[in-house]
């Protein structure tokens, strides 16, 4: 049984709704983390979205509830020794049995 064209229009529109709401919602973040910069604020975002961070952020990686590293992000990549955000954090928080840093 295939979808109907109502059904299909309903489901690009919800899709162009929800795009609208994520755009909304990061033109705020954008607002506000301009705002703190302006007024010399510090603000605290915890994410699981690495992709949410900036190279220029300073950041905390917390793994067990132990922070294992911390500093502006690109510098815990370098010093991390990974080419990405991602992959130092996922070698900061290994489960392998090594020791994290």
């Known amino acids: 049984m295939g979808l109907s064209a109502g059904s299909t229009l ?3 529109a919800l899709g162009e709704i929800d795009a609208e709401e994520h755009q909304r919602a ?4 954008v607002k506000r983390h301009a705002l703190a910069r302006e007024q010399n604020l510090a603000v605290l975002w915890a994410t699981h979205l690495i992709d949410e961070i900036d190279g220029g952020d300073d ?5 067990k509830g132990r922070v294992v ?3 502006k992000a690109r510098e ?3 010093r991390a020794g990974a080419g ?3 992959q130092a954090f996922d070698g900061l928080t290994n ?3 090594e020791e994290a840093r």
């Not at 950041?59 to 793994?63: G, K």
């Open 10 to 12: 309903s489901g690009a």
């Open 26 to 29: 990061a033109d705020e973040q």
């Open 59 to 63: 950041i905390v990686v917390l793994h």
């Open 69 to 71: 590293e911390r500093g």
């Open 76 to 78: 815990v990549v370098k």
């Open 84 to 86: 990405s955000l991602a």
């Open 95 to 97: 489960e392998s049995g």
